[in-house]
């Protein structure tokens, strides 16, 4: 007899059983043939979590929050208009501006530090210990740094200056760009 036919057959009471087969050892554990338990009991389940999404939905022209992304020496680099709730790290790569992520928002670089202005950094919550820690390796450190990817954008950031360190550190290739993921 095949060890499948060994199997779909055997009956099991509800403690562990053991049958050798030659050098493979299976356990389980059921109070029904294994041909017979329903068929959610038969499949295996896979668990995943999702996949964060890359890149924001642009709002209707005039309809959006207003932010202005400046160089570290104040010069303008561009403005875009964002929805409520995108953060500064996705808003920035939608918009081809020079934000890298290289961690993709999961705290674990520096690489989307940004220096706000005093008043937008007052409205925002606190900084969690995981953002400090890394902000902690951001180059050119300010009192109003933050990470990117951890700042939500509300309604209250309207006209707001976004401005962007003179330099990143990152264990990356100097002089590639960012691209989108």
Same mark, same amino acid.
């Given at each position: 007899?095949?060890?499948?036919?060994?199997?779909?057959?055997?009956?099991?009471?509800?403690?562990?059983?053991?049958?050798?087969?030659?050098?493979?050892?299976?356990?389980?554990?059921?109070? #029904?043939?294994?041909? $017979?338990?329903?068929? !959610?009991?038969?499949?295996?389940? *896979?668990?995943?979590?999702?996949?964060? /999404?890359?890149?924001?939905?642009?709002?209707?022209?005039?309809?959006?929050?207003?932010?202005?992304?400046?160089?570290?020496?104040?010069?303008?680099?561009?403005?875009?208009?964002?929805?409520?709730?995108?953060?500064?790290?996705?808003?920035?790569?939608?918009?081809?501006?020079?934000?890298?992520? #290289?961690?993709?928002? $999961?705290?674990?670089? !520096?690489?989307?530090?940004?220096? *706000?202005?005093?008043?937008?950094?007052? /409205?925002?919550?606190?900084?969690?210990?995981?953002?400090?820690?890394?902000?902690?390796?951001?180059?050119?450190?300010?009192?109003?740094?933050?990470?990117?990817?951890?700042?939500?954008?509300?309604?209250?950031?309207?006209?707001?200056?976004?401005?962007?360190?003179?330099?990143?550190?990152?264990?990356?290739?100097?002089?590639?760009?960012?691209?989108?993921?």
């Amino acid at each position: 007899m095949s060890a499948q036919r060994l199997l779909a057959s055997a009956l099991c009471s509800r403690t562990i059983c053991a049958r050798q087969m030659g050098t493979v050892a299976v356990r389980w554990t059921t109070a #029904a043939p294994i041909h $017979s338990r329903p068929p !959610s009991a038969q499949t295996r389940r *896979l668990h995943s979590t999702p996949v964060r /999404m890359h890149g924001i939905d642009r709002p209707a022209p005039g309809t959006g929050i207003k932010l202005h992304f400046s160089d570290s020496k104040g010069s303008l680099i561009k403005t875009v208009e964002v929805n409520e709730g995108d953060n500064i790290l996705d808003i920035g790569q939608e918009y081809d501006i020079d934000l890298e992520g #290289a961690c993709e928002g $999961s705290i674990a670089c !520096s690489t989307c530090h940004v220096i *706000l202005e005093p008043q937008v950094y007052d /409205m925002l919550p606190e900084p969690e210990d995981d953002e400090n820690d890394m902000l902690d390796m951001a180059f050119g450190l300010t009192d109003t740094s933050r990470l990117g990817c951890q700042v939500k954008i509300t309604r209250g950031m309207d006209g707001c200056v976004v401005k962007l360190p003179s330099a990143t550190r990152n264990m990356f290739v100097d002089g590639a760009k960012p691209t989108k993921h």
